[in-house]
Protein backbone atom coordinates (compact mmCIF):
# COMPACT_ATOMS: atom_id res chain seq x y z
CA UNK A 1 0.00 0.00 0.00
CA UNK A 2 1.47 3.57 -0.93
CA UNK A 3 -1.10 5.79 0.02
CA UNK A 4 -0.62 8.76 1.75
CA UNK A 5 -3.71 9.85 3.03
CA UNK A 6 -4.35 13.62 3.71
CA UNK A 7 -7.91 15.23 4.96
CA UNK A 8 -9.63 17.58 4.32
CA UNK A 9 -9.53 17.60 0.55
CA UNK A 10 -10.95 21.26 0.84
CA UNK A 11 -10.76 23.70 3.07
CA UNK A 12 -11.90 27.50 3.31
CA UNK A 13 -10.68 29.65 6.32
CA UNK A 14 -11.09 33.34 7.57
CA UNK A 15 -8.04 35.27 8.12
CA UNK A 16 -8.51 34.91 12.32
CA UNK A 17 -9.26 31.02 11.96
CA UNK A 18 -7.52 28.30 13.75
CA UNK A 19 -7.53 25.18 11.55
CA UNK A 20 -5.68 21.82 10.84
CA UNK A 21 -4.55 19.68 7.54
CA UNK A 22 -4.01 16.11 8.41
CA UNK A 23 -1.68 13.48 6.63
CA UNK A 24 -1.73 9.77 7.61
CA UNK A 25 0.42 6.78 5.95
CA UNK A 26 1.05 3.29 6.81
CA UNK A 27 3.95 1.99 5.07
CA UNK A 28 5.94 2.52 7.75
CA UNK A 29 8.12 5.37 6.34
CA UNK A 30 9.75 7.36 9.22
CA UNK A 31 10.42 10.60 7.50
CA UNK A 32 7.16 13.01 6.92
CA UNK A 33 7.27 16.29 5.08
CA UNK A 34 4.94 19.59 4.36
CA UNK A 35 4.80 21.42 0.69
CA UNK A 36 2.90 23.80 -0.30
CA UNK A 37 2.27 24.42 -4.14
CA UNK A 38 1.16 27.46 -6.01
CA UNK A 39 -1.22 26.63 -9.52
CA UNK A 40 1.33 25.96 -12.45
CA UNK A 41 4.45 26.00 -10.06
CA UNK A 42 6.56 22.86 -8.68
CA UNK A 43 6.22 22.14 -4.64
CA UNK A 44 8.27 24.27 -2.79
CA UNK A 45 9.25 22.20 0.57
CA UNK A 46 8.43 23.30 4.13
CA UNK A 47 9.07 20.83 6.55
CA UNK A 48 10.59 17.66 7.59
CA UNK A 49 10.02 15.38 10.57
CA UNK A 50 12.63 12.68 10.45
CA UNK A 51 11.93 9.77 13.53
CA UNK A 52 9.26 12.11 14.59
CA UNK A 53 11.19 15.07 15.24
CA UNK A 54 11.23 18.10 13.23
CA UNK A 55 14.61 17.80 11.02
CA UNK A 56 14.09 20.65 8.57
CA UNK A 57 12.38 23.79 8.88
CA UNK A 58 12.50 25.68 5.43
CA UNK A 59 12.08 29.25 7.41
CA UNK A 60 8.10 29.14 7.19
CA UNK A 61 6.26 31.65 8.99
CA UNK A 62 5.21 30.57 12.44
CA UNK A 63 1.69 31.20 11.65
CA UNK A 64 2.09 27.53 9.84
CA UNK A 65 3.08 24.98 12.76
CA UNK A 66 3.65 21.02 12.11
CA UNK A 67 3.01 18.45 14.83
CA UNK A 68 4.18 14.59 14.47
CA UNK A 69 2.33 13.14 17.28
CA UNK A 70 3.63 9.42 15.98
CA UNK A 71 5.05 7.74 13.18
CA UNK A 72 2.30 7.51 11.01
CA UNK A 73 0.56 11.01 11.62
CA UNK A 74 1.64 14.50 10.30
CA UNK A 75 -0.56 17.96 11.16
CA UNK A 76 -0.26 20.96 9.92
CA UNK A 77 -1.71 23.80 12.31
CA UNK A 78 -2.96 27.13 10.81
CA UNK A 79 -3.76 30.66 12.22
CA UNK A 80 -3.85 33.58 11.00
CA UNK A 81 -3.30 33.12 7.58
CA UNK A 82 -3.10 35.43 4.82
CA UNK A 83 -4.86 34.98 1.50
CA UNK A 84 -1.47 34.92 -0.02
CA UNK A 85 -0.74 31.34 1.87
CA UNK A 86 -3.93 30.20 -0.27
CA UNK A 87 -2.59 26.91 -2.20
CA UNK A 88 -2.41 23.00 -2.68
CA UNK A 89 -0.84 21.66 0.74
CA UNK A 90 0.75 18.43 -0.09
CA UNK A 91 2.02 16.13 2.65
CA UNK A 92 4.59 13.38 1.48
CA UNK A 93 6.72 10.37 2.90
CA UNK A 94 9.54 8.19 2.96
CA UNK A 95 11.93 5.88 3.88
CA UNK A 96 15.01 7.81 4.99
CA UNK A 97 16.84 8.18 1.62
CA UNK A 98 14.38 6.59 -0.84
CA UNK A 99 11.69 8.22 -2.80
CA UNK A 100 8.93 10.24 -1.89
CA UNK A 101 5.18 9.46 -2.33
CA UNK A 102 2.81 12.34 -2.07
CA UNK A 103 -0.41 12.63 -0.94
CA UNK A 104 -3.28 14.06 -3.12
CA UNK A 105 -3.36 17.40 -1.11
CA UNK A 106 -5.70 19.78 0.64
CA UNK A 107 -6.45 23.16 -1.06
CA UNK A 108 -6.80 25.74 1.36
CA UNK A 109 -8.29 28.60 0.21
CA UNK A 110 -8.05 31.55 2.68
CA UNK A 111 -10.39 34.52 2.73
CA UNK B 1 17.05 30.68 -11.11
CA UNK B 2 16.01 27.07 -10.60
CA UNK B 3 18.86 24.69 -10.83
CA UNK B 4 16.60 21.85 -12.31
CA UNK B 5 15.54 22.89 -15.82
CA UNK B 6 12.90 21.76 -17.76
CA UNK B 7 11.15 23.22 -21.01
CA UNK B 8 7.16 24.00 -19.95
CA UNK B 9 4.93 22.69 -22.24
CA UNK B 10 5.16 19.43 -25.03
CA UNK B 11 2.10 19.32 -27.51
CA UNK B 12 1.84 16.02 -29.18
CA UNK B 13 -0.17 13.50 -31.09
CA UNK B 14 -1.95 10.65 -29.19
CA UNK B 15 0.21 7.52 -30.60
CA UNK B 16 2.96 9.39 -30.70
CA UNK B 17 6.23 9.06 -28.32
CA UNK B 18 6.85 12.52 -26.24
CA UNK B 19 10.34 13.09 -24.61
CA UNK B 20 10.93 15.25 -22.03
CA UNK B 21 14.07 16.55 -20.86
CA UNK B 22 15.68 17.76 -17.71
CA UNK B 23 19.23 19.45 -16.60
CA UNK B 24 20.40 20.01 -13.26
CA UNK B 25 23.09 21.50 -12.08
CA UNK B 26 24.55 19.63 -8.81
CA UNK B 27 27.19 16.60 -9.79
CA UNK B 28 26.65 15.15 -6.51
CA UNK B 29 23.05 14.37 -7.11
CA UNK B 30 22.11 10.36 -6.22
CA UNK B 31 18.76 9.81 -7.40
CA UNK B 32 17.00 11.28 -10.34
CA UNK B 33 13.09 11.28 -10.07
CA UNK B 34 9.98 11.94 -12.36
CA UNK B 35 6.66 12.84 -10.96
CA UNK B 36 3.31 13.09 -12.66
CA UNK B 37 0.54 15.59 -11.56
CA UNK B 38 -2.97 15.34 -12.86
CA UNK B 39 -5.17 18.15 -12.51
CA UNK B 40 -6.20 18.61 -9.20
CA UNK B 41 -4.50 15.91 -7.83
CA UNK B 42 -0.90 15.34 -5.87
CA UNK B 43 2.59 14.00 -7.49
CA UNK B 44 2.56 10.06 -8.22
CA UNK B 45 6.16 8.76 -8.70
CA UNK B 46 6.05 7.62 -12.26
CA UNK B 47 10.27 6.77 -12.04
CA UNK B 48 13.68 6.85 -10.79
CA UNK B 49 17.09 6.20 -11.82
CA UNK B 50 20.13 5.95 -9.86
CA UNK B 51 23.27 8.48 -10.94
CA UNK B 52 25.24 5.37 -11.63
CA UNK B 53 22.78 4.16 -14.34
CA UNK B 54 22.44 5.42 -18.13
CA UNK B 55 18.74 4.03 -18.92
CA UNK B 56 15.90 2.42 -17.46
CA UNK B 57 12.97 1.03 -18.85
CA UNK B 58 9.80 0.23 -17.12
CA UNK B 59 6.51 -0.77 -19.60
CA UNK B 60 6.17 2.91 -21.80
CA UNK B 61 8.52 5.10 -19.81
CA UNK B 62 12.38 4.79 -20.85
CA UNK B 63 14.52 7.18 -19.15
CA UNK B 64 17.93 8.22 -20.06
CA UNK B 65 20.60 9.66 -18.00
CA UNK B 66 23.81 11.59 -19.59
CA UNK B 67 25.39 12.04 -16.27
CA UNK B 68 28.17 14.03 -17.97
CA UNK B 69 25.99 16.37 -19.30
CA UNK B 70 24.04 16.83 -16.44
CA UNK B 71 20.95 16.06 -18.83
CA UNK B 72 17.85 14.03 -17.64
CA UNK B 73 15.07 12.63 -20.56
CA UNK B 74 11.82 10.46 -19.89
CA UNK B 75 9.92 9.00 -22.98
CA UNK B 76 7.03 7.89 -22.93
CA UNK B 77 5.80 5.95 -25.64
CA UNK B 78 2.36 5.39 -27.71
CA UNK B 79 1.56 8.77 -25.62
CA UNK B 80 -2.47 8.22 -24.28
CA UNK B 81 -4.74 10.96 -23.28
CA UNK B 82 -4.39 10.29 -20.11
CA UNK B 83 -0.82 11.22 -20.51
CA UNK B 84 -1.62 14.68 -20.25
CA UNK B 85 -0.71 15.98 -17.51
CA UNK B 86 2.24 18.00 -15.93
CA UNK B 87 5.79 16.21 -15.49
CA UNK B 88 8.44 17.03 -12.70
CA UNK B 89 11.41 16.44 -12.81
CA UNK B 90 13.78 16.49 -9.68
CA UNK B 91 16.71 15.02 -8.15
CA UNK B 92 17.86 14.36 -4.85
CA UNK B 93 20.46 16.66 -2.74
CA UNK B 94 20.86 14.84 0.32
CA UNK B 95 18.83 12.70 2.89
CA UNK B 96 15.57 14.60 2.54
CA UNK B 97 15.97 17.61 -0.12
CA UNK B 98 14.16 17.67 -3.77
CA UNK B 99 15.07 20.23 -6.03
CA UNK B 100 12.69 20.27 -8.60
CA UNK B 101 12.31 21.79 -12.44
CA UNK B 102 9.43 24.16 -13.32
CA UNK B 103 7.80 21.49 -14.59
CA UNK B 104 6.39 20.18 -18.11
CA UNK B 105 2.56 20.59 -18.94
CA UNK B 106 2.24 17.58 -22.07
CA UNK B 107 -1.06 18.23 -23.69
CA UNK B 108 -1.82 14.86 -25.85
CA UNK B 109 -3.98 16.15 -28.97
CA UNK B 110 -6.16 13.56 -30.89
Known amino acids: DTEVTQTPKHLVMGMTNKKSLKCEQHMGHRAMYWYKQKAKKPPELMFV???????INESVPSRFSPECPNSSLLNLHLHALQPEDSALYLCASSQATGELFFGEGSRLTVL | GEDVEQSLFLSVREGDSSVINCTYTDSSSTYLYWYKQEPGAGLQLLTYIFSNMDMKQDQRLTVLLNKKDKHLSLRIADTQTGDSAIYFCAEKRNDYKLSFGAGTTVTVRA
Open chain 1, 49 to 55: YSYEKLS
